[in-house]
């Protein structure tokens, strides 16, 4: 089992930056798919970015392609989401999620999630 645990969130202005956080418990990070979702008050979650196991596949929605770059560590047991030119449409709960399969888009296929962090984006 893992435990995901994120940080990072806050208040920014329109055209700033956050790095996100998600530190995982265990020895089987490298085991996982790591992705990042998000969810708006009154809308559905919906998928960011993905990573491959060892890092080298990476996949984006694209309302944030260009503009966030997910990465991971695996000897630390933490995958990140660098979120540049941040818009108030940004604005969400964000969590990782980890997944025994590939890095996918779609929520169901991940069997772990975190309780979130709060980006707030003022215009």
């Known amino acids: 089992q893992v435990q995901l645990v994120e940080s990072g969130g806050g208040l920014v202005q329109a055209g700033g930056s956050l790095r996100l956080s998600c530190a995982a418990s265990?020895?089987?990070?490298?085991?996982?798919?790591m992705g990042w979702f998000r969810q708006a008050p009154g809308k559905e979650r919906e998928f960011v970015a993905a990573?491959?196991?060892?890092?080298?596949?990476?996949n984006y929605a694209d309302s944030v392609k260009g503009r966030f770059i997910i990465s991971r560590d695996n000897a630390k047991n933490t995958v990140y989401l660098q979120m540049n030119s941040l818009k108030p449409e940004d604005t969400a709960a964000y969590y990782c999620?980890?997944?025994?399969?590939?890095?996918?888009?779609?929520?169901?296929?991940?069997?772990?999630w975190g309780q979130g962090t709060q980006v707030t984006v003022s215009s």
């Open positions: 265990g020895r089987t990070f490298s085991s996982y798919a």
């Open positions: 990573i491959s196991r060892s890092g080298g596949s990476t």
């Open positions: 999620a980890a997944s025994i399969g590939y890095p996918s888009g779609r929520s169901g296929n991940y069997n772990y």
